[in-house]
C-alpha cells in the first residue's frame, strides 16, 4: 500500500490535534448526548472525519471550532439514523406467548369452547324437548 507525503502529514497533524483538542471534543459531544458510550462514538468519528478532510488538504484557520463543528455534525448525522429507523414494539407478554401456563389465553380459549358445548347442547336439548304441533293441542 503506498502511503503518499500528504497522508504522512495528515497523520502528524491528526495526532497532534487529537492530543490538543480530545477532552474538548469528548466534553461537547458527552454535553449533548448524555451517554459516555455515544460520546466516544462522535469522538472517534469526528477525528476519523478530520483525518480523512486533512488528507485532501483541508487546513483549518481555528481547528478546535473546526473539530467541534465536524463532532456538531456527526451527531446530527446520528439524529437522522435515530429518527430514519423503525422504531421496535415490545408487545405485552400475554399477546408474545398466548400458551404461558400464567397467562388467561389458554383458559380463554377453554371457557370459549365449553361455552359453545354448552350452547350447541342446549340446543339439541331444546330440539329433543320440543313439542312438536301435534302435541299443541
Given at each position: 500500500?503506498?502511503?503518499?507525503e ?13 492530543r490538543a483538542?480530545l477532552?474538548e471534543?469528548y466534553?461537547?459531544?458527552f454535553?449533548?448526548?448524555g451517554?459516555?458510550a455515544?460520546?466516544?462514538d ?5 477525528f476519523?472525519?478530520?483525518y480523512r478532510?486533512?488528507?485532501?488538504g483541508?487546513?483549518?484557520?481555528k481547528?478546535?471550532?473546526?473539530l467541534?463543528?465536524?463532532a ?5 448525522q ?6 430514519a429507523?423503525p422504531?421496535?414494539?415490545?408487545l405485552?407478554d400475554r399477546?408474545a406467548?398466548p400458551t ?12 370459549l369452547r365449553?361455552s359453545?358445548?354448552r ?7 331444546d330440539?329433543r324437548t320440543r313439542?312438536?304441533?301435534?302435541s299443541?293441542?
Amino acid at each position: 500500500m503506498a502511503v503518499t507525503e500528504a497522508g504522512h502529514l495528515a497523520s502528524r497533524e491528526i495526532d497532534d490535534l487529537y492530543r490538543a483538542h480530545l477532552g474538548e471534543v469528548y466534553r461537547y459531544a458527552f454535553a449533548v448526548l448524555g451517554n459516555h458510550a455515544d460520546a466516544e462514538d462522535v469522538t472517534q468519528t469526528t477525528f476519523l472525519n478530520a483525518y480523512r478532510a486533512l488528507e485532501q488538504g483541508v487546513r483549518p484557520r481555528k481547528p478546535s471550532n473546526w473539530l467541534l463543528t465536524i463532532a456538531s455534525n456527526a451527531i446530527k448525522q446520528r439524529f437522522r439514523q435515530e429518527q430514519a429507523r423503525p422504531r421496535q414494539v415490545e408487545l405485552d407478554d400475554r399477546i408474545a406467548s398466548p400458551t404461558a401456563e400464567d397467562d388467561d389465553g389458554p383458559r380463554f380459549r377453554r371457557s370459549l369452547r365449553s361455552s359453545a358445548r354448552r350452547s350447541s347442547c342446549a340446543s339439541s336439548r331444546d330440539a329433543r324437548t320440543r313439542r312438536s304441533p301435534r302435541s299443541w293441542a
